[in-house]
């Protein structure tokens, strides 16, 4: 079935350094891929989103890159700041039967940050 | 400010048990959702539902019903706990999706529940 690969699990970088996470999808049908970072003890929340007919977006430090041949996409954090660190989640959209749709999540990674 | 308020932090109940987990929303949201989030797994859709007193199945409904009789309150029933339920519960919601738009989902914060 639908399945979203999340690579790496955990990452570990210092502060001002870059992040890159990144996630490949199986759906070929899938048109939306959106990021959530859950901080500790809360739920996550919607930091970037993108779908497939644009290769790129840019929101302040954070970006994310979709390559619809490849089925990937990745999110990219510039010079991270302690506040960063949490969990990432990608996902990707698929048409649920019904014609809803519902979002396909990758297994998280945890980020990092050390001043 | 956007809200999704779950009724507990954390749970403890013991096998066989039934389990009420409610989840309540302040924005008039069409679609309302439940996950479960498991170390290394991501989040897992349970159940959601996209009005009063409609619901469909997600991609692990086995052991779990939900409910839904006010727009604003859906709960999510573990109808005979088991240890193999111990996890973290989200829950969510959204404006009804059209076609050619997609709506943030509006996470709570989370029950943790623990069955022994």
């Known amino acids: 079935g639908e399945n979203v690969e999340q690579h790496p699990s955990t990452l570990s970088v210092q502060e001002g350094d870059s992040a890159v996470i990144k996630c490949t999808y199986s759906d070929s049908a899938s048109n939306y891929f959106p990021w959530y970072k859950q901080e500790l003890g809360k739920g996550p929340q919607l930091i970037i989103d993108i779908r497939s007919n644009v290769g790129e977006k840019k929101d302040q430090r954070i970006a994310v890159t979709l390559n619809k041949t490849a089925k990937h996409f990745s999110l990219h954090i510039t010079e991270t700041q302690p506040e960063d660190s949490a969990v990432y989640f990608c996902?990707?959209?698929?048409?649920?039967?019904?014609?809803?749709?519902?979002?396909?999540f990758g297994a998280g990674t945890r980020l990092a940050v050390h001043p | 400010d956007v809200k999704v308020t779950q009724s507990s932090r954390y749970l403890v109940k013991r096998t066989g048990e039934k389990v009420f987990l409610e989840c309540v929303q302040d924005m008039d949201h069409e679609n309302m959702f439940w996950y479960r989030q498991d170390p290394g797994l991501g989040l897992r859709l349970i159940y959601f539902s996209y009005d009063v007193k409609m619901k469909e199945k997600g991609d692990i409904p086995e052991g779990y019903s939900v409910s839904r009789e006010k727009k604003e309150r859906f709960s999510l029933i573990l109808e005979s706990a088991s240890t193999n339920q111990t996890s973290m519960y989200l829950c969510?919601?959204?404006?009804?999706?059209?076609?050619?738009?997609?709506?943030?989902?509006?996470f709570g914060p989370g029950t943790r529940l623990t069955v022994l």
């Open positions: 969510a919601s959204s404006l009804r999706v059209r076609t050619g738009t997609d709506n943030e989902q509006f």
């Open positions: 996902a990707a959209r698929r048409k649920f039967s019904g014609g809803y749709n519902k979002l396909i």
